[in-house]
């Protein structure tokens, strides 16, 4: 096995526990995931899709509101539908249930890249790597909503750990590589599948991977892969070609078609700035890696800083700037992160520890705060804050709940008041505080939250404004306004009738999407009804009759 260990003599060895490694892991993957209605960006969106599949038995094609939702492959919506059918309506709502693949793509790709450490770098570093990534903050929201991200995240991981492993079982990585390839690229882009080839053809550029073994790897992937995830877009293709034709130009090959259309300034330094503040903290403690190790001649190093290399080049160049297409960077960064990890000075890991603690500490105090503020009403300003930006919340103490993140507090703060503090131990305190963090805002403030961001209220208050006699009258919108098409769907059990902007609405009654600068007021319709989210002045939602001809 090549591999290179840190574990020097003169070296403290591994205290933590790995159950309660696996604990943190654990509870690290639920809060968020249960208890809440679908919240943007990506969520409504998600969910009409899963619900169409389970309502129409297409599971071949997304479609929402019979039209093709080509945003992503539909590996994450067939795995989301399948969990839905399985426990909604019984044990948990559609949307709680379909949310269940999110922690399940999220605990593959965290124990593959466990494994990818334990592989390269050796014994015990498996769970370094994974409370880096956990502690992640770019990691945070994006694993734990209901997104196809995550499961392209999996596939990156296991594709990633092929890597490594190719190294001492080659037709193993061959599988595995293969495995990850048909995830990535049934949940993505071929951008990120161009990422993994790329990545996986430049290794052979070193020692290592210049052999027959490793070519066995890549000549396996390449026969496993390709019938395996052609297979969708070929039925695809077969069935919706209009359809397949879009995705396949717009979707599937839209990022790389950006190459070259980018700006220096702006687009052009996008992710190196985002790496910044999405891999804290693995990025200075990979930064100490490279400094103190220099071992560029070995495997751990290669692997990770050509796979990070190749990524952030790959993503400069092409059109798309978001965070979510940053995730597959998180994962070189982490490995390299971990090799140097015990090496580290005191002082630098006190520091990390302390601030954590004063990060955390500070948010901690500022969430139980407001918990008391918007269910008891003290301190009084904080209440008045919480009132304003949730008004719909109404005052609710779950005690279990409750006493849970009492428990959660108190572990954190015997955590990160232990002596003798190493990189591994800081590490550890600063997963465990972002944890709490987290844990505490989805859990104490969650009905808080859904309050403001839900669709729920605004569709229910508009219902109640709807005239019984016009219960099940036709209501319009344009056919733009998707997701207000979704939410009174889904909400409200209220089909809108979509029509084009600028044409006659086919309806008596009409709902309106506007901005505030654009009034809701229309020349030949009587205003019935207005309303918003909670503090969202960007999206104003108005109820209108069609006025009586005058004679």
Request: aromatic share 14%; charged share 15%.
């Amino acid at each position: 096995m090549l591999t290179f260990s840190t574990n020097r003599a003169g070296l403290p060895q591994p205290t933590e526990k790995p159950w309660l490694l696996l604990l943190l892991t654990f509870v690290w993957l639920w809060p968020g995931i249960l208890g809440h209605d679908p919240w943007k960006p990506d969520e409504p969106f998600v969910n009409a899709v899963i619900l169409n599949m389970l309502h129409s038995g297409n599971w071949l094609t997304p479609m929402v509101h019979g039209e093709a939702y080509l945003d992503a492959p539909p590996l994450y919506y067939w795995v989301a539908a399948a969990l839905a059918r399985a426990f909604s309506p019984w044990l948990l709502p559609l949307h709680d249930a379909a949310r269940l693949a999110t922690p399940l793509f999220m605990a593959i790709g965290l124990t593959f890249a466990g494994m990818t450490g334990r592989e390269l770098i050796g014994r015990r570093h498996g769970r370094s790597v994974v409370l880096i990534l956990i502690g992640s903050l770019g990691l945070l929201a994006t694993g734990h909503q209901m997104t196809p991200a995550v499961a392209g995240f999996a596939g990156f991981a296991i594709a990633f750990y092929a890597l490594a492993l190719s190294l001492r079982a080659p037709g193993l990585a061959g599988a595995l590589l293969a495995a990850g390839l048909v995830l990535t690229f049934l949940s993505t882009s071929l951008l990120e599948v161009s990422l993994l080839v790329l990545s996986s053809l430049m290794l052979t550029a070193f020692s290592a991977w210049r052999n027959k073994g490793y070519a066995i790897t890549l000549a396996m992937a390449l026969l496993l892969a390709l019938p395996v995830a052609g297979l969708w877009p070929w039925l695809f293709a077969h069935a919706e070609p209009a359809a397949f034709a879009r995705w396949w130009y717009e979707e599937a090959l839209g990022p790389l078609n950006g190459f070259g259309r980018v700006g220096f300034f702006h687009e052009f330094g996008y992710y190196p700035k985002l790496v910044l503040w999405y891999t804290w903290p693995a990025w200075p403690l990979a930064a100490w890696t490279v400094y103190r190790s220099r071992r560029f001649d070995e495997p751990l190093l290669q692997l990770p800083l050509l796979f990070f290399v190749v990524t952030l080049i790959l993503l400069t160049l092409s059109d798309r700037q978001s965070s979510t297409y940053a995730l597959p960077l998180l994962l070189p960064m982490a490995v390299l992160a971990a090799v140097e990890l015990d090496t580290l000075k005191r002082g630098a890991a006190a520091f990390l520890n302390w601030f954590g603690l004063m990060t955390f500490g500070f948010f901690g105090v500022l969430i139980w705060a407001g918990w008391a503020a918007m269910n008891f009403g003290w301190p009084a300003k904080l209440a008045e804050r919480a009132a304003y930006f949730s008004p719909g919340y109404l005052p609710q103490v779950s005690w279990p709940a409750t006493l849970a993140a009492l428990a959660a507090t108190a572990v954190w703060l015997w955590a990160v008041t232990r002596r003798h503090l190493r990189g591994r131990q800081a590490v550890t305190n600063w997963a465990a505080g972002i944890t709490l963090f987290w844990g505490l805002a989805l859990t104490l403030w969650l009905p808080w939250l859904d309050a403001a961001k839900s669709y729920r209220p605004v569709v229910d208050k508009m219902m109640a404004a709807l005239p019984p006699a016009a219960k099940n009258a036709c209501v319009a919108t344009e056919r733009n306004n998707l997701l207000a098409r979704l939410s009174w769907q889904y909400y409200g059990d209220l089909s809108l009738t979509a029509f084009e902007r600028g044409a006659e609405p086919p309806c008596g009654w009409r709902l309106v999407v506007r901005t505030r600068a654009q009034g809701l007021a229309e020349p030949g319709w009587t205003l019935i009804w207005q309303g918003r989210r909670p503090r969202d002045k960007d999206e104003l939602y108005a109820l209108l009759r069609r006025s009586p001809p005058s004679h």
